[in-house]
């Protein structure tokens, strides 16, 4: 059965009212892949979101448009938010990781045909963010975990897995996907992964200085989809409280 992505983007469309600005990056196989940008004044923190670039995980989705529906209101006075809440609209109505040609996007940051790679390029240019947040989902993992990519700041990933910790599972094992992982957090070794897996996008976003934290989340997709979501959320909501406390 496909997902309707029509209510998604009735749902993005709704934010035009909610000191949001909608807009369409572009349409890929038919769809339209939005950008939503909640802010109060332009001279806050800019924090992006992104989610959806796996087809086959939709609380990173739902996990994106809950939170702009209302748990970020409390932010609006001290960050900037860019969202974008469905990266690969083709993969989440067909619940397939990759894009309709068959790409993993998250690793093909070199590959100049891919579509949904070249909004992230264009979206990229001359910009730079305080945080850029990945919404994931590993349907193999028996609980919660997060890479975290970060430079001159303390890192935030041990204080968001212990809040999720209070609603969700967390995988606590040594190594997760063949890196060294403490208490749900992994620290890449960026040269492991190119080898691995190839030039990913969150490797290249961070090494290139787009932003000095990077974090990935990945929420266990055998949990209900409402406590991933909710998982999602409560990470979003104690990634802001860390940098809220550490920077004033």
């Not at 992994?186 to 974090?215: A, H, M, S, W």
């Amino acid at each position: 059965m496909l997902r309707d992505y029509g209510s998604v983007v009735s749902r993005i469309e709704a934010f035009e009212a909610r000191e949001s600005k909608v807009e369409v990056l572009s349409e890929i196989s038919g769809y339209p892949v939005f950008r939503v940008i909640r802010s109060r004044q332009l001279d806050l923190p800019v924090v992006m979101i992104n989610s959806g670039t796996h087809g086959d995980e939709p609380a990173s989705v739902e996990g994106a448009l809950q939170f702009l529906e209302g748990a970020l209101d409390s932010w609006l006075d001290d960050f900037q938010f860019e969202v974008v809440p469905c990266l690969n609209p083709y993969g989440y109505v067909h619940d397939q990781r990759e894009n309709e040609l068959g790409i993993d996007i998250n690793w093909a940051y070199l590959n100049d045909t891919v579509p949904e790679i070249n909004i992230v390029k264009e979206y990229i240019v001359g910009r730079t963010f305080e945080v850029i947040l990945d919404l994931h989902e590993d349907w193999e993992s028996p609980g919660y975990y997060l890479y975290e990519q970060v430079r001159s700041h303390h890192p935030a990933g041990p204080g968001m897995v212990a809040d999720v910790s209070k609603i969700c599972p967390v995988n606590t094992s040594s190594v997760i996907e063949g890196e060294i992982a403490k208490n749900g957090v992994i620290f890449p070794n960026l040269e492991v992964e190119k080898r691995r897996k190839g030039t990913g996008v969150p490797i290249v976003l961070f090494e290139r200085g787009i932003t000095d934290r990077l974090i990935t989340t990945e929420t266990p997709t055998a949990q209900p989809m409402q406590r991933r979501v909710q998982a999602n959320i409560l990470a979003i909501d104690s990634l802001l409280r860390h940098i809220s406390d550490t920077t004033h």
